[in-house]
């Protein structure tokens, strides 16, 4: 089947290397344009271009996928699958309609659910025990196309957002696999998305990452969890300076302390912080102006100190 992929982060190579592995046609592989990094502002190729130049696939980079430019490029690769993972940009109906077998997103989520911009994250933030990946055939709107198959991935107390992504990377690109190959043997029948079932996961935003104390401690622990390692949830020390959080664990889900919710109850391996119900502990921070860090060797600066009250 001659298949051409649209993805960009990491999370989809792992997809496009299964594609690669599996002997599939790969025609060329569609990605964003190199973009400035670091401190030098130098422009630094997506993993998923790096990967495609190692291997002799050919690569297209347009600025945008409307016009008769893409379309012309699209008549000439002609492809029978358009796989999409992770590309960040909507596809127009054009190219949606123009291949046989349509155009198979392999999204971070068991759909209905989690539909948008952050379906790992949001998952884990809400408290979710269990995600999964599902493969779907695309159409006008935000991840509302019909299913094709699904595979759960389970979420532990602890997990963060880097183990579920890089969970799913593996679980989507075996699913993908999987869809391709019932896809040409005529062996799927696409399965439209209740609506009413239907959740939004909203891009992350900076008021998405302060730490309100008043809330519960596991509530908190699932918000630093899902953020991290990147954005990283927040909060401020006593004298304004910004405080990461990379690393907590839920120490007591009930107890209400009468202390007000953010103060430092503890010092000392970690940092134990009174919540609006329970109480959270902090293993690893990164202090303004600073690299990441155990929360023992915060403690050491005195940087932090019992009594002490976090916003």
């Known amino acids: 089947m001659r298949i051409l992929f649209m993805g960009t982060p990491d999370f989809a190579l792992p997809t496009l290397k299964a594609l690669c592995e599996k002997g599939h046609d790969i025609v060329g592989v569609v990605t964003k344009i190199d973009m400035p990094r670091g401190r030098g502002h130098h422009l630094m190729p997506t993993p998923i271009k790096v990967y495609a130049v190692e291997h002799g696939i050919p690569v297209y980079q347009p600025t945008t996928l409307k016009g008769e430019e893409f379309a012309a490029c699209l008549s000439e690769l002609a492809p029978e699958l358009i796989v999409v993972v992770a590309f960040g940009k909507i596809l127009p109906t054009n190219v949606l309609e123009y291949p046989k077998y349509g155009c198979v997103n392999v999204h971070g989520s068991l759909l209905p659910e989690y539909r948008g911009a952050a379906p790992m994250q949001r998952a884990i933030i809400d408290g979710k025990t269990v995600t999964g990946i599902t493969t779907m055939l695309m159409a006008d709107g935000i991840d509302t196309g019909d299913m094709l198959l699904k595979a759960e991935v389970e979420i532990g107390e602890n997990d963060n957002f880097e183990d579920i992504h890089d969970r799913l990377a593996e679980c989507g690109a075996n699913l993908l696999i999987e869809t391709?190959?019932?896809?040409?043997?005529?062996?799927?029948?696409?399965?439209?998305?209740?609506?009413?079932?239907?959740?939004?996961?909203?891009?992350?935003?900076?008021?998405?990452?302060?730490?309100?104390?008043?809330?519960?401690?596991?509530?908190?622990?699932?918000?630093?969890?899902?953020?991290?390692?990147?954005?990283?949830?927040?909060?401020?020390?006593?004298d304004g300076k910004l405080l990461k959080i990379v690393e907590?664990?839920?120490?007591?889900?009930?107890?209400?302390?009468?202390?007000?919710?953010?103060?430092?109850?503890?010092?000392?391996?970690?940092i134990h912080v009174a919540c609006g119900q329970g109480i959270l502990s902090f293993t690893c921070v990164v202090p303004e102006g600073k690299g990441r860090m155990s929360a023992a060797d915060f403690v050491r600066g005195r940087k932090i100190s019992e009594g002490d009250l976090l916003a």
């Open 180 to 238: 391709v190959d019932k896809l040409e043997a005529g062996e799927i029948v696409p399965e439209a998305q209740d609506e009413s079932l239907a959740t939004h996961a909203a891009k992350i935003e900076k008021s998405d990452c302060l730490l309100d104390f008043s809330r519960s401690a596991k509530c908190l622990h699932d918000l630093i969890r899902g953020l991290s390692p990147i954005p990283l949830a927040f909060t401020h020390t006593p």
């Open 248 to 270: 907590s664990r839920v120490i007591d889900r009930e107890k209400t302390l009468k202390v007000l919710p953010g103060t430092v109850i503890s010092v000392g391996e970690d």
